[in-house]
């Protein structure tokens, strides 16, 4: 490839995960060029997050052996509610500091010196996964991104379905009336079982009652203050008996919501990605299968449950899709439909 025809078709694209920032540069065929990986922060504000991002970024064009002006553009999937028009980020609850609204787009935009287009980080995930991983045999699929929270994205008849902003919030399904306290203030969430952070609060108030576990100490041992998908993965591997039960509840729930899902909405499969989907893998996305199935309706044949193909880095080669539509969405008249 001669370096003339790399800068012009390159794009960028930032997953901001709970737990890290991963960024990546693909070509025209969205295979990968770079990648680099940074923490997320835990504490601070949203803007010392966009100076990691921006870093995350440029280490990634790098690898490619690009500056980052020199991209096509750079998307971004976040969480919390996006501004498309502005890419500004409001009520992005995991991150520190990030209730009000900050103009992510824009930053990003001026320190990298190319045109930056935000996108919800689940949804973005979702469309990867759709146009180029296990989603590509159908035409209508649930992402279910089973991580630090739990979010879903949906496809439905080739098109991504967005509602008023809102739609795919799976994690928030609720499992259990007057059940355990979520992190979003509302009760017996699917989450409040199933997401990591619920997790991790859930196992830490077990071994301060005297539970016995390994998992505070793998999580030292392995230089991390959280408990992250490796330390749970570590932990059932030795058979850990509360990081057991802990993950059977959390699976319970994940049946118990995504079969709820289907039953309203008869995709034709459900994608299992995430920190945690993708670290525990197929064996985990059949059990969450056969929890799933006692409650799902129409079950003859049930849905496909699929592993998330893109891996780790899908959210950030999804974030990059997001370059090519804004430029479709900006030459779209003012008051014409959204697409
Ligand atoms: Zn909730």
Redesign the pocket.
Known sequence: MTPSTVPRTARGGIDLGGTKIEAVVVDARNNVLGSARRPTPTTGKPSGIATQMAEAMTDAAKTAGLEPSALLGVGVGSPGVIDPATGAVSSARNLPGWENRYELGSVLAETLGTTVAVGNDVQVATDAEFKLGAGKPYKSILGVFWGTGVGGGLVLGGKAWVGRGGAGEI??VVVEIDGAK?????RG?M??YAGRAAMEARARRRAEKGSRTELFTLMKEHNRTRLTSAIWAHALERRDKLAVKIIDEAVTALGAGIGSALNLLDVEAVIIGGGLGIRLGEPFAKRIAAEMLPHVFNDNPPPDVRVAALGDLGGAVGAALLVKSVRRRAATPAGAPRE
């Open positions: 994690g928030h979520c992190l979003c203030g509302r969430c989450e409040a």
